[in-house]
């Protein structure tokens, strides 16, 4: 059956295979006995594997190692930033901003919060996914608690200017996080040059594994915790720490931090590959401004990107069509709708994303399948 | 072949993709989304479209080990069934929703796009059967009622033409149900234990008046009497069904004492007309939109066996058939038959033709006016 052999995997973006550093850790420190709070020698022993994965981390981050904050994961670190960052404003600072093509971690956590009273407003972006500068000022006006911007979408891929937000947001009395899940291991991340208050990583985009991430928080930037317990990661996020996923984490982020220009070479190379074919498609485009070369988001007019994907997944390749679903229904992406396309137009987009496996027989073999998959999808649009 | 296989996340489709699997097909399942916003689960009875029914589906899949899709089909089921259901009962008839999704949706929206991306057949746990012939040297697929008489759905499939049958599969119409659970049993499939569905899928509580009445609101109207006399008043005549006696609420009592029924309903006016049973008996049907099984259209005048409804009685009657109409005599006069639902016809156990019910009427009625 295909999805037993090898297949041609370009959904990194969604979730990254493990990498072998990883592994390894995982492998060496999943037996690992002791409560990382406790006080007796095996509590000290697997203290010291976390501590040793929290300053790696910092190191590869530019951070502190006590402004690393481990979390489950990615979602859990955008939900503590947003609505901690709410929680803990000052009084008066009833608003908080999100860009209109968040992840929907920080979305409807800020949709969450509005329920609950806070001014959320979303901060519009331009055709190519870009966000606007002119809004956020104005937005700005009303005294705001928190300002949270994705460093890198993960549909298209499109950076921000995170630096020219950050001292906007900040020159207004705001606190400035970003969401960085997608930037992790294909852009830089200096957390101490950025300026930022708040950042959220993951580690299972970039080769770690599922079920732990970070939120980095400026030392004198405590958010409220909102789930409550132990008081363990400066009172921030209760709950026994899990050593092995750190030291695992911290061996992903390690090899793709080593890896990463090398990488990113290759993969802007394989994007200018997948766009130039892209373009010979009838009907066919890239989305969004560029950013991460890891992430290519295209469209094919008069088709569906379901069945786009259906052909392609049975042609062995596997993609993404890039947005939420609702009992396995596939939605018009709210990003691309953000970015002014129409409901239909949002249903033809297609995710390709790349990752540290990715290889020139990949982007081959992307390319060999996709214009017969693209006409036969065409074909049964109606 | 590459088989589509619809599922719905009941035992039937499920074991009707297991079937497809078993004969060597390469199969992928999909599952057809109905509604914008599924509802979660349900308890009691199901209808066909909730995330259970989805993840249900799902499993079944991953059992079977076989690639699996969710189509979005909301709006074209919104467009072409459900509006058409409500747009029926506002027009004073029965509408069969389920055999208008086979019509509009499984066999045509998703039969179209299952051809276009490379599918050669459409497979479903419809309870029907297939069998092919030659007809003037060209192979034709004849559609059958299943061998179990209490689970057939020919009717409902009635509507298929030649074109449609020639992609589809029902590889559950050769046995009964409680094998077909068994054999889901023996597969490990979850589902097959799941109760059968037996609403409408977007009426998941049974309340099909309740559900008209959110759709078309209040609309009041009189109830007469054969001669034209109020005899009471209805809030809605899309509360009515020819044949029905519940519900009437009738203030005057029928000058004999008998039950009264529903004989008709006259949209123009609004009103919905009684009388005695005796009255509800027809012989003759005006059936329109005809469709037929084969290549061919049969026309011209043949005896065999109608049903007018789902799981109704196979009735024995002549028909004329014409690209535009059906006619249908029957022998003996029968009770409770509704415009708005089908009439199919069969020769013996295979479906000659369908056509949606416009009219009825009786021989002796004619003769008394005359």
């Known amino acids: ?382 | 072949m590459r088989v589509l296989a619809a599922m719905s996340g009941g035992v039937d489709s499920a074991v009707a993709a297991a079937r497809m699997v078993a004969a060597g097909h390469d199969v992928t399942g999909v599952h057809l989304a109905l509604s914008k916003n599924p509802q979660s689960f349900r308890t009691g009875s199901r209808g066909c479209c909730s995330r259970e029914d989805s993840h249900d589906a799902r499993r079944a899949a991953d059992v079977l080990g076989i690639p699996f899709y969710v189509w979005d089909l909301s709006d074209r089921f919104r467009d072409d069934v459900v509006e058409d259901f409500v747009a029926e009962y506002a027009a004073g008839r029965t509408p069969n929703p389920c055999l208008r999704c086979n019509e509009k949706i499984k066999f045509s929206a998703v039969l179209e796009r299952g051809r276009a991306l490379g599918f050669d057949l459409v497979a479903t746990g419809h309870y029907a059967r297939l069998t092919e012939t030659t007809t003037n040297g060209e192979c034709e697929v004849r559609l059958h009622r299943a061998v179990d008489p209490a689970k057939d759905q020919s009717y409902v499939l009635g509507v298929l033409t030649q074109e449609q049958l020639r992609y589809s599969a029902f590889p559950l119409g050769d046995t009964p149900k409680d094998e077909v659970r068994a054999e889901a049993a023996r597969l490990g499939l979850a589902v097959a234990t799941k109760p059968d569905s037996h609403d409408i899928c977007f009426i998941p509580d049974g309340d099909t008046a309740g559900f008209l009445a959110r759709q078309l609101g209040e609309r009041p109207g009189d109830i007469v009497d054969e001669a034209g006399a109020v005899v009471g008043h209805h809030a809605g005549a899309h509360r009515f069904t020819v044949g029905q006696r519940r519900g009437l609420q009738l203030g005057t009592p029928a000058a004999d004492g008998q039950p009264r029924y529903v004989l008709g309903i006259t949209p123009v006016s609004n009103t919905v007309t009684v009388g005695p049973k005796a009255a509800l008996a027809v012989d003759r049907i005006r059936a329109i939109r005809p469709r037929w099984t084969a290549a061919e259209l049969p026309a011209g005048t043949a005896r065999g066996l109608v049903q007018v409804r789902a799981h109704g009685e196979p009735l024995p009657a002549t028909w004329t058939l014409t690209a535009d109409t059906l006619e249908v005599e029957l022998d003996t006069p029968a009770v409770g038959i509704a415009p708005g639902q089908a009439v199919v016809c069969y020769r013996g156990t295979e479906v000659v033709a369908s056509a949606t019910i416009d009219s009825t009427g009786s021989a002796a009625a004619d003769a008394d006016v005359a």
């Not at chain 1, 609505?83 to 956590?109: D, F, K, M, Y």
């Open chain 1, 1 to 382: 059956m295909s999805s037993a052999t090898a297949r041609v995997y370009l959904d990194h973006a969604a979730t990254s295979p493990l990498r072998p550093q990883a592994r390894a850790a995982l492998t060496e420190y999943a037996g690992l006995v002791g409560n990382a709070s406790s006080l007796h020698t095996s509590g000290r022993r697997a203290r010291q594997v976390l501590e040793e994965a929290r300053e790696s981390l910092a190191a590869d981050l530019g951070a502190a190692p006590a402004e690393v904050i481990f979390t489950s994961g990615g979602t859990e670190a955008d939900n503590l930033a947003v609505q901690g960052s709410w929680l803990a404003r000052r009084p008066g600072r009833n608003r908080v901003l999100a860009s209109a093509i968040e992840h929907p971690a920080v979305a409807e956590t800020v949709g969450a919060l509005r329920t609950a009273g806070a001014d959320a407003r979303e901060i519009p972006v331009d055709a190519a996914g870009l966000l606007d500068l002119t809004a956020l000022n104005d937005l700005l006006t009303e005294p705001t608690a928190v300002v949270s911007v994705m460093a890198v979408n993960n549909e298209t891929g499109t950076a921000q200017d995170l630096a020219e937000v950050t001292r906007r947001a900040q020159a207004a009395g705001a606190w400035m996080h970003a969401d960085a899940v997608q930037a992790l291991g294909h852009l830089p991340i200096d957390f101490a040059a950025s300026g930022l208050d708040l950042l959220s990583v993951s580690a299972h985009k970039v080769g770690g594994p599922i079920g732990i991430g970070a939120l980095l928080a400026r030392k004198d930037r405590s958010p409220r915790p909102i789930g409550h317990g132990g008081g363990q990661e400066r009172d921030l996020r209760s709950g026994t720490l899990a050593p092995a996923l750190a030291a695992a984490f911290a061996a992903a982020v390690r090899a793709a931090t080593t890896a990463r220009e090398a990488d990113r070479a290759a993969q802007t190379r394989w994007r200018s590959r997948i766009a130039a074919a892209v373009t010979e498609i009838p009907g066919g485009r890239v989305n969004g401004a560029p950013g991460s070369p890891a992430i290519v988001n295209v469209s094919f007019a008069d088709c569906r990107a379901d069945d786009v994907l259906l052909l392609l997944d049975r042609a062995g390749i596997d993609v993404s069509t890039g947005s939420a679903c609702t009992a396995g229904v596939h939605q018009p992406s709210p990003v691309l709708a953000a970015m002014g396309r129409t409901d239909e137009q949002a249903r033809q987009s297609l995710r390709i994303s790349m990752g540290w496996t990715t290889t020139d027989a990949d982007i081959t073999a992307l390319l060999a399948a996709l214009p017969e998959s693209v006409a036969r999808a065409q074909l049964a649009y109606s």
